[in-house]
Every structure is written in C-alpha cells, then in structure tokens.
C-alpha cells in the first residue's frame, strides 16, 4: 500500500518503494527550522522518514 499520490525522490527512506512512492500510511511534515510558516517546497521536510 502506498499514499495516493504521494510521490517522493527520498531513495533510502525505508518507505519509499520502487516507483518513487510513499508506502507509509501516514506522514507527518514539518516546516524546517520549526514554526508553522513556510515560504517555498524547500522548507518543508518530511519527519516521517527513516533509513533503510
Ligand atoms: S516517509 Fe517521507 S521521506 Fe519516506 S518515502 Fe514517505 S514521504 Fe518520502
């Protein structure tokens, strides 16, 4: 199973499957550096990641 329509280039999250997509069911996304305001894709980070 996969998120629909969550595509992500994160190769060695131990979520991200073969065709670049999020196997996780659920993830949790923040805005780096903390706070709840980000100006651009870049400062947002995927906190749901872990390692292969
Ligand atoms: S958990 Fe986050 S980093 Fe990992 S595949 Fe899903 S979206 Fe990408």
Known sequence: MSLSG???????????????????SAIEVNVDGGGESA???QQTNCHTFEAK
């Open 6 to 24: 969550v595509k992500c280039t994160v190769a060695n999250c131990k979520y991200n499957n073969e065709k670049r997509l999020c196997s996780a």
């Open 39 to 41: 100006r651009a894709s």
